[in-house]
């Protein structure tokens, strides 16, 4: 899921006559251009918003996917801004928080195991390493293995102290509302992108 967007009839026009002394692949190399610059534009604004207003994140993770990139297929140029877009990964909950939904356990388990404590970076992620089962297998170094004690998984320390340390809340499911991050987002700049564009293709114009 990604912020797309396109030039609409009456600004497409007025581009196809600034640009209709230039050869084929001059105005796709225009249209290219400028729509990259719309395009980080955006991707700037998203990221202000993953950061800030919308969702507030912690985790630097989500808002380090998110990119841009302008694609020329035939005579049609567009622009994808959002997690993975430039080839990245993409962050797997990138698109519940634009949708909302319920997150449950795949693959035959019966709950989700939510990191705390030690098992959690300071940003709110699951930190490296640290899964419930390689807790129990004593994958996890300091740790022998886990305890599981009312919906609450503790890890064993080593060394023979026989200390219990919160890692992971047991539950059900996750029920997350809909940010509307991406589309908030465009709505916001959608206004401002065929100036942006044809700014661009004016200044690479000149540039020639």
């Known amino acids: 899921m990604a912020i797309e967007f396109y030039i609409d009839a009456k600004d497409r026009k007025r581009i196809e006559r600034m640009l209709s002394t230039q050869t084929a692949s001059r105005v796709g190399e225009v249209m290219f251009r400028a729509f990259q610059q719309a395009g980080a534009m955006v991707e700037g604004k998203l990221k202000e918003n993953v950061s800030g207003p919308i969702l507030n994140v912690r985790s630097s993770r989500l808002i ?31 698109g519940i928080h634009e949708t909302g939904g319920t997150i449950r356990p795949t693959g035959g388990r019966k709950n989700l195991t939510i990191p705390i404590g030690e098992a959690k970076t300071k940003g709110g992620d699951l930190r490296g390493g640290f899964t419930a089962r390689k807790l129990f297998d004593g ?13 609450i998984i503790y890890g064993k320390q080593s060394g023979g102290k026989n200390k219990l340390s919160p890692l992971f809340v047991l539950v059900k499911s996750v029920t997350m509302p809909a940010r509307r991050y991406l589309s908030r987002t465009l709505e916001e700049t959608q206004g401002e992108i065929p100036g942006m564009v044809l700014r661009a293709v004016s200044k690479e114009l000149g540039a020639s």
């Open 64 to 94: 380090n996917s998110i990119g841009s990139i302008a694609r020329v297929t035939g005579d049609q140029v567009t622009a994808e801004i959002g997690s993975g877009a430039r080839g990245g990964e993409r962050v797997p909950y990138a």
């Open 139 to 151: 994958e996890i170094p300091g740790y022998d293995t886990g305890v599981i004690i009312k919906n």
